[in-house]
T-cell receptor
């Protein structure tokens, strides 16, 4: 089975802290994604990457950056966490650029206080 | 990508078929219909996708109307574990990989 593993299920951080959310997939997938999910807003794409060291902005990239130094790992970085970044963060990967089937991690619930 | 419209919520009795509708009246000829679901406190899970023909796999069936303006996801024998939010998405298989955009979905509740 494909596994997409997010490093933490729950995180509590203080305003202004730098936050790293890690995601690892074990199926050699090209594409990886970071979403945030908020009640009433569905899933919103933050960033995605279709290859090592490649990244593209999604719909809501402001306040976030990403890093993909290895194919299996895609990190989301909050340079200076703010309370409006309290959310559920979901990582996903898919085998090819057509993205015919995406596999999601369990999510990280981040609370910024 | 074409927009989709789904009911906000639906109930279904356990053991009965659950039929989840989706309208996508502006779908283009090269856009596929995808279904995902998200069980509470888990990440979304891929279910099925199709272009024109009806599709079936071990999880569900997908019925697409001839004009492709709407589709129905069918869970043939719903169980309590099928209670989830179901997302209908339309997208192409070309272009940017960003084309996996989720709307609000349908909350399906399977009742005992």
């Amino acid at each position: 089975d494909v596994k997409v593993t997010q490093s933490s299920r729950y995180l509590v951080k203080r305003t202004g802290e730098k936050v790293f959310l890690e995601c690892v997939q074990d199926m050699d997938h090209e594409n990886m994604f970071w979403y945030r999910q908020d009640p009433g807003l569905g899933l919103r794409l933050i960033y995605f990457s279709y290859d090592v060291k490649m990244k593209e902005k999604g719909d809501i990239p402001e306040g976030y950056s990403v890093s993909r130094e290895k194919k299996e790992r895609f990190s989301l970085i909050l340079e200076s966490a703010s309370t409006n970044q309290t959310s559920m963060y979901l990582c996903a990967s898919s085998i090819n650029r057509a993205n015919t089937e995406a596999f999601f991690g369990q999510g990280t619930r981040l609370t910024v206080v | 990508d074409a927009k989709t419209t789904q009911p906000t919520s639906m109930d279904c009795a356990e053991g009965r078929a659950a039929n989840l509708p989706c309208n996508h009246s502006t779908i283009s000829g090269n856009e596929y219909v995808y279904w995902y679901r998200q069980i509470h406190s888990q990440g979304p899970q891929y279910i099925i996708h199709g272009l024109k023909n009806n599709e079936t796999n071990e999880m569900a069936s997908l019925i697409i109307t001839e004009d492709r303006k709407s589709s129905t996801l069918i869970l043939p024998h719903a169980t309590l574990r099928d209670t989830a939010v179901y997302y209908c998405i339309v997208r192409t298989h070309s272009g940017s990989a960003r084309q996996l955009t989720f709307g609000s979905g349908t909350q399906l509740t399977v009742l005992p």
